[in-house]
């Protein structure tokens, strides 16, 4: 199980046989024996958790201590470095905003849906934030939204499933990953 939702993809199964000598003499029946198969990607409940930004919002959880800390202390004025607390949390929500996609793209492997993990996560992002208490949203705060609107985000989040890949992408990958179709057509040539 990867860190981001996988993708659905076709598989290609046949009946091996020993007696081909490795593969080598493979005959005409056996090639279309051969039959592509939906290889399921992460159910409901496992892309559910997987769109949770859990390192960036642990992350964003320490900033967020650090700043609340700072409210406490000098109250609605607060300030740190000659900025008042309020606009650094804004800056720090940003940060999180931007770091999310950046983390996905970072930790992707062949398979996962990357883009897909991309873009609700950072959807999710300020809705974790404002369950956390986020200093930035303490003007506007209540506890019993914030559990709303997560458990509803979360619960419609599971249903956004990325598509599987296309076979020829599939296939053009496989040929050589990082020229993709190129280099099938110089090789045709």
């Not at 609605?76 to 931007?98: E, H």
């Not at 992707?108 to 990357?114: F, L, M, N, P, Y």
């Not at 956004?160 to 057509?185: F, I, S, Y």
Request: aromatic residues 10%; proline residues 5%; contains cysteine.
């Amino acid at each position: 199980m990867g860190r981001l939702v996988r993708k659905p993809r076709l598989v290609e199964t046949g009946d091996a046989q020993a007696s081909d000598f490795g593969g080598i003499f493979q005959t005409a029946a056996r090639a279309r024996s051969v039959v592509a198969e939906l290889e399921p990607g992460d159910d409901f409940l496992t892309r559910t958790v997987k769109y949770i930004p859990g390192e960036v919002l642990g992350f964003f959880m320490l900033v967020n201590a650090i700043l609340a800390q700072a409210m406490v202390a000098g109250g609605d004025n607060a300030s740190m470095a000659g900025f008042s607390v309020t606009s650094i949390a804004t800056g720090a929500l940003l940060v999180g905003l931007i770091l999310t996609p950046l983390f996905c793209w970072y930790v992707r492997e062949d398979g996962d849906a990357w883009i897909t993990n991309a873009v609700v996560s950072t959807i999710a992002f300020p809705f974790w934030a404002y369950l956390m208490g986020a200093v930035a949203f303490a003007k506007f705060h209540d506890g019993n939204l914030a559990a709303i609107l997560i458990m509803t985000f979360t619960a419609v989040s599971g249903l956004v499933a990325p598509l599987p890949e296309q076979p020829k992408r599939q296939e053009q990958r496989a040929a050589n990953p990082k020229e993709g179709p190129r280099l099938v057509e110089n090789l045709k040539a």
